[in-house]
């Protein structure tokens, strides 16, 4: 079975600062890890993913996310938010197959 | 086009209707999904369809009807819907199921009164 904990529900931020959120996994196989980002009445847009290869994952709008095998997290970073940053953001993990397991969510809040 | 379009964006129906939610894409994406999403939570997956023939069905009461009527069409029929199935209904797609290049509707916003 696989789990996703993300470990913040809310993240109130000012704008220009850094952001971190967090996302734990739990599978005792190879997983393929994702980040979306769904703004208000929208549906998701995928922000970044891990299938293989190099731990540190760039992905769209600045963001980008680290996988840590050993700790079994794919945290996601930002230095610099914006208003428009304002959003909510789900961690997903799958295995070999087509289903994807979404966290229950971080609300990010940026304030200027 | 890379969109997932679908209509309507909102729909309020009574418990005896019968109405569609519509989802197209022209991507060539050859796996679509249906999720539900409840208000504060993370997207259900329902529905899979692959090559146009219904894969998954994560026990779905009957009340909800998929169609894959070509490759670029999913319909979601509806029917003696409860109140308690009002959420955003999403659509989403990629090259083949199992492919991990999901593009997301905008979502259809269900009111059953």
């Known amino acids: 079975a696989q789990s996703v904990t993300q470990l913040d529900s809310q993240v109130p931020v000012f704008e220009e600062a850094p952001v971190e959120l967090r996302c734990n996994y739990s599978?005792?196989?190879?997983?393929?890890l994702f980040w979306y980002v769904q703004y208000p009445n929208q549906g998701l847009q995928l922000l970044l993913k891990y299938l293989s290869g190099s731990t540190l994952v760039k992905g769209i709008n600045g963001f980008e996310a680290e996988f840590n095998k050993s700790q079994t997290s794919f945290h996601l970073r930002k230095p610099s938010v914006h208003i428009s940053d304002t959003a909510e953001y789900f961690c997903a993990v799958t295995l070999n197959d087509y289903k994807l397991s979404f966290g229950a969510g971080t609300t990010v809040t940026v304030r200027a | 086009d890379t969109e997932v379009t679908q209509t309507p964006k909102h729909l309020v129906m009574g418990m005896t209707n019968k109405k569609s939610l519509k989802c197209e894409q022209h991507m060539g994406h050859r796996a679509m999904y249906w999720y539900k999403q409840k208000a504060k939570k993370p997207p259900e997956l329902m529905f899979v369809?692959?090559?146009?023939?219904?894969?998954i069905n994560e026990s779905v009461p009957s009340r909800f009807s998929p169609e894959c009527p070509n490759s670029s069409l999913l319909n979601l029929h509806l029917h003696a819907l409860q109140p308690e199935d009002s959420a955003l209904y999403l659509c989403?797609?990629?090259?083949?199921?199992?492919?991990?290049?999901?593009?997301f509707g905008s979502g259809t916003r269900l009111t059953v009164v």
């Open positions: 599978s005792s196989v190879s997983v393929y």
């Open positions: 989403a797609s990629s090259q083949q199921q199992g492919d991990y290049g999901y593009t």
């Open positions: 369809y692959s090559y146009e023939k219904l894969s």
